[in-house]
């Protein structure tokens, strides 16, 4: 097994089969993320592509980055259906397979939840970024309710939800987590994601800039 590579056939499987339904909810949300991106983008963590459908005229470039080798064979023909030129490559947001000052702009969706050392993968995402770019992000994150907070901390703990969704964690301090690797957030807003009891609401949405 090559470093890229983190494989999780049964989570794997049993996302792309929900991805379609998820759309429905979430599809809104890819929209105002990725909508319109200018120049050369990095998608890390890309799963099944939901997102590739998303990306606008603006974008001249995406770089999708999937270590999970089912889901990057489910992302290929959405990258072919896409409007702006997809390329769809195995590695690990720790150890990001390109040169510095590569990217306009870096996006991660639902994926800060699943990566083993946050500040590694934003030490990469700092390197490949050019002067001037940015990090935009869309992350469910730990709820500001005490007790759902510890329903979260619960099942993080537990090892139950992490084992089921291939290492997502859904108590993540991730907005601080950003910060304290360096970047400053410049634009987020938070919500629930419906149904909002789900265990992996609310969510972030927004652009950081390494400070
Ligand atoms: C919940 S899925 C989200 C997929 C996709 N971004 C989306 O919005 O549907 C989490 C994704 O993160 C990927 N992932 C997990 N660990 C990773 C890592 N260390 N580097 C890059 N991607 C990772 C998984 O393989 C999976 O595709």
Redesign the pocket.
């Known amino acids: 097994m090559s470093t890229g590579t983190?494989s999780?056939p049964l989570f794997a499987h049993v996302?792309a089969h929900l991805?379609g339904r998820m759309e429905r909810e979430l599809g809104r949300y890819r929209e105002e993320l990725v909508g319109d991106l200018p120049g050369r983008v990095l998608e890390?963590?890309?799963?099944?592509g939901?997102?590739f459908a998303h990306y606008g005229p603006a974008t001249e470039e995406v770089v999708a980055?999937?270590?999970?080798p089912y889901?990057r064979k489910k992302a290929a023909p959405r990258a072919a259906d896409a409007v702006p030129e997809i390329s769809v490559v195995e590695g690990?947001?720790?150890a990001l397979p390109f040169e510095d000052d590569s990217f306009d702009v870096v996006v991660v969706?639902?994926?800060l939840c699943?990566?083993?050392d946050l500040t590694d993968a934003l030490d990469e995402v700092k390197r490949v970024l050019k002067p001037g770019g940015s990090l935009r992000f869309f992350e469910h994150v730990r709820s500001d309710d005490p007790n759902k907070a510890r329903i979260q901390t619960g099942l993080d703990r537990s090892g139950i939800w992490p084992r089921l969704s291939?290492?997502?964690h859904c108590s993540c301090r991730t907005v601080s987590g950003i910060e304290q690797s360096g970047f400053e957030v410049s634009e987020i807003r938070e919500f629930e994601t419906r149904p909002n009891w789900l265990h992996t609401s609310p969510s972030v949405l927004g652009t950081a800039v390494p400070a």
Do not use: F, K, Q
Request: hydrophobic fraction near 30%.
């Open positions: 983190r999780h996302y991805s890390i963590g890309a799963g099944d939901m997102n980055v999937e270590p999970e889901l690990t947001a720790e969706c639902l994926v699943s990566i083993g291939g290492g997502c």
